[in-house]
Each structure stands twice: as structure tokens, then as C-alpha cells.
């Protein structure tokens, strides 16, 4: 059975940072592609970033370039979510999810992130 | 950026009816189309993938199509679980980008 567990989540500042961490079982991590994707509360979902299967590429939404960075460790089957400079505009339940070239199959539960002061 | 335009943003309907939710694409996206249901509290799930293609364990009364860069998802038989929020998303390029979603009530 896929499982995606986020944590890493939590209450920050503006200006501060925080990591991300997502452990994935029950398939071979290092096949597929996997991404963040986020939901602000009561709104819709906004793709974040994705990683390519072997951690070569990246692909980031233009408004966290240069703040978040997306990475993997295969053998340990985590993808992570580094999240620099945070904006009170971050603020958001952010899904850790696999990503084949045509959707995103499987999510996680999501993990809360709230910035402010 | 491709813009999902999806509507209707909101729809009420009974159980056994169907509906259909839209949603257009800003440009050619060559069937590269997901569904997701959302439950209140829940993470999305993938409904249908390639604009049609149903995922696995996905009951078949949802479908989907496609017209040109128009997208539709049609569920027939309407089920007291089908209550959620819908979405579309495009995988054609990045950004990925969805359409601003679809809540679904039954009467």
C-alpha cells in the first residue's frame, strides 16, 4: 500500500524558515516523481514544486523561486520541502504527493503550516 | 501560464441524478487533464487521469471527456459519498496549474 506521511509542519514567523519532510513506502521512491502541493485554508490547490525521479531536475511555482528549495533522499525514501524567507501568503496544509507524467496518484494526509507573527 | 477556468463553482443536485463539471483550458494541453475529489478534511484523490482514463478502484460511474481544450467530468448516479469538492488540473506544462474547484452538494 502507497503511504505518504508529511511532517515538519508548524507555527513560524515571517522571515523565518522551515523543513518539510515526507516518508514514502510502499513503492519504489526512486521511480517516480514527486511534488508539494498546497492548499490555503478554504481555497483551492496551487501546485508548489516537483522533483524529478532522480533528483536532477526541479520545477518550482514562480512565486516561492529563490525561497523553497524541493529535495530527495532516495535511500531513505523522503522527499523534503526546504522553506525559506516564509510570507504570511505561505500559509497553507501542503501535500506531499507522487507524481506520474499525467497526475498526481497518490497524496498525502497534509501538513499545516502557518506564518505568522 | 495555462489557466484552468472550471465551473460551475458550485452545484447542488439529488441523489441518482448526474451532473457534469467544465473545465477549459487557456491553450491546447493534448489530453493531459486530471479529476480530483476532495472530501472536507480529507486529501484529493485522483479520479481520472489522460482527460478519461479512470484510476484504479474509482467507481465507474465518474467519466471523463474532452472537446477540444474543453474538459468534462460527468458523474452518473449520484451517491451520498460523491458530496466533495472537484478539481482539474493540467500536467501538459509548467506550472502546473488546477481550476479553482467545484463543490459539490446533493439536496
Known amino acids: 500500500e502507497v503511504q505518504l506521511v508529511e511532517s515538519g509542519g508548524g507555527l513560524v514567523q515571517p522571515g523565518r524558515s522551515l523543513k518539510l519532510s515526507c516518508a514514502a513506502s510502499?513503492?519504489?521512491?526512486?521511480?517516480?516523481?514527486m511534488a508539494w502541493v498546497r492548499q490555503a485554508p478554504k481555497k483551492g490547490l496551487e501546485w508548489v514544486a516537483t522533483?524529478?525521479?532522480?533528483?536532477?531536475?526541479?520545477y518550482y511555482r514562480d512565486s516561492v523561486k529563490g525561497r523553497f528549495t524541493i529535495s530527495r533522499d532516495n535511500a531513505k525514501s523522503t522527499l523534503y520541502l526546504q522553506m525559506d524567507s516564509l510570507r504570511s501568503e505561505d500559509t497553507a496544509t501542503y501535500y506531499c504527493?507522487?507524481?506520474?507524467?499525467?497526475?498526481?496518484?497518490?497524496w498525502g494526509q497534509g501538513v499545516m503550516v502557518t506564518v505568522s507573527s | 501560464d495555462i489557466q484552468m477556468t472550471q465551473s460551475p463553482a458550485s452545484l447542488s443536485a439529488s441523489l441518482g441524478e448526474t451532473v457534469s463539471i467544465e473545465c477549459l483550458a487557456s491553450?491546447?494541453?493534448?489530453?493531459?487533464l486530471a479529476w480530483y475529489q476532495q472530501k472536507p478534511g480529507k486529501s484529493p484523490q485522483l479520479l481520472i487521469y489522460?482527460?478519461?482514463s479512470l484510476q484504479d478502484g474509482v467507481p465507474s460511474r465518474f467519466s471523463g471527456s474532452e472537446s477540444g481544450t474543453q474538459y468534462s467530468l460527468e458523474i452518473n448516479s449520484l451517491q451520498p459519498e460523491d458530496e466533495g469538492d472537484y478539481f482539474c488540473?493540467?500536467?501538459?506544462?509548467?506550472?502546473?496549474?488546477f481550476g479553482g474547484g467545484t463543490k459539490l452538494e446533493l439536496k
Open positions: 491553450e491546447d494541453i493534448y489530453s493531459n
Open positions: 510502499g513503492f519504489t521512491f526512486s521511480d517516480y516523481n
Open positions: 522533483i524529478s525521479y532522480d533528483g536532477s531536475s526541479t
Open positions: 488540473q493540467q500536467s501538459y506544462k509548467f506550472p502546473r496549474t
Open positions: 504527493a507522487r507524481s506520474d507524467y499525467s497526475a498526481f496518484d497518490y
Open positions: 489522460y482527460a478519461s
